[in-house]
């Protein structure tokens, strides 16, 4: 490393924390802040300022950082591609994005590209938010000197796609240990009437097409004896719930619903068609239940012989059957994945910069 060299972090994600992108980039930093200190660095953090009143919790925690600067200021129309860029200039310093992003008017600097699913499976979206993502991919691939992501298959797609080299991809996976700090909210089960612990199959998912929520209800009009929870935002949109009596939906949960429901299930079900990680199995994983997940995308390589799986296209499966079948302890898998690993990945690639 060359000099007093400074990385900025564009903090925009803690507008929203809304998705595991969201997720990924607040656990990273959170652990990056704990082991960077002597780094031979600078890391900073450039935030919106409509964090602090608009989000005071979020703050309170990067406010409390010890050797990251963070730094609100106003937020612009254009954040990433103006704001952003602007005071990475202004400061001299490497620009840093962990949610999928670039700035055309920054320096070149580092991204975390997730997945390539807009390029991968495009029927699966409205065709106007794909092109927008695929613009957005070329603008990675054209601006980052380093691209992180989560998988060794998000990887191997990004050089495919995106035709990048594989000596500027670094893979720097997710983590679990935030779940260790939920606390189960057990009253989820007064608002799921006739569901009974130990005795249902739980999926957290969304109604985008991807995610695959469709494989559940006919998987349960195929085990017309078990019960289904299925969670998640808006899937009341796309499924009649009533035509459906062993399906319940019990609409968008908190972690702390989440959990508890993972710690009660007979198993956490997650047909997605495409991952480019995959953190709810995880999650599932560290809470003690039994996963079955898709056998397509990333799935197969974070999971390995820890998980049953399935076919996202063939949803006749006996689940009791499925579960019989011998897997390794998740032992392995939790050891594998943490985000002090991540932050420590995050940090060896800054320093090589």
């Known amino acids: 490393m060359k000099g007093n060299k400074i990385f900025l972090i564009d903090g925009r994600f803690l507008e929203s924390m809304a998705t595991g992108v969201d997720r990924y980039a607040f656990e990273t930093i959170k652990e990056l802040d704990r082991i960077c200190g002597d780094a031979g660095f600078e890391v900073r953090l450039l935030v919106p300022d409509t964090v602090k009143s608009e989000h005071a919790d979020t703050a309170a925690v990067v406010d409390a950082f010890s050797n990251i600067r963070v730094y609100y200021v106003k937020r612009g129309s254009r954040w990433t591609q103006v704001t952003f860029a602007l005071h990475a200039w202004k400061m001299g310093a490497v620009p840093v994005n962990l949610c999928n992003e670039v700035s055309v008017m920054a320096p070149k600097g580092i991204v975390c590209l997730h997945d390539t699913c807009y390029a991968d499976c495009p029927e699966f979206f409205p065709e106007d938010e794909v092109k927008w993502f695929l613009g957005i991919y070329r603008r990675i691939a054209k601006k980052a000197e380093v691209i992180l992501t989560v998988s060794e298959f998000s990887k191997k797609r990004i050089e495919e796609v995106l035709g990048v080299s594989a000596d500027r991809i670094v893979v720097a996976g ?41 494989w559940i209800i006919s998987a349960s009009q195929c085990n017309p004896d078990a019960e289904f929870v299925m969670a998640g935002r808006k899937l009341d949109r796309v499924i009649e719930f009533s035509k459906y009596p062993n399906v319940h939906y019990a609409g968008a949960v908190t972690d702390e619903e989440a959990k508890a429901l993972m710690m009660h299930c007979r198993a956490f079900v997650f047909p997605s068609w495409y991952e480019g990680f995959g953190i ?74």
């Open 174 to 214: 997710n983590g679990w240990q935030h779940f260790e700090k939920i606390q189960p909210n057990e009253y989820i089960f007064d608002r799921l009437k006739g569901v009974e612990k130990g005795n249902y199959y739980f999926t957290l998912s969304s109604a985008n097409k991807n995610k695959n929520a469709e």
């Open 280 to 353: 709810p199995p995880l999650e599932a994983m560290s809470a003690g239940a039994r996963v079955i997940v898709s056998d397509r995308a990333s799935l197969p390589e974070v999971f390995g012989r820890s998980a049953h799986y399935i076919q996202p296209d063939n949803p006749v499966v006996h689940f009791e059957s499925l579960l019989n079948e011998p897997v390794q302890s998740s032992d392995e898998i939790l050891k594998k994945y943490s985000w002090v690993r991540t932050a420590q990945t995050v940090m060896q690639t800054l320093a090589s910069f």
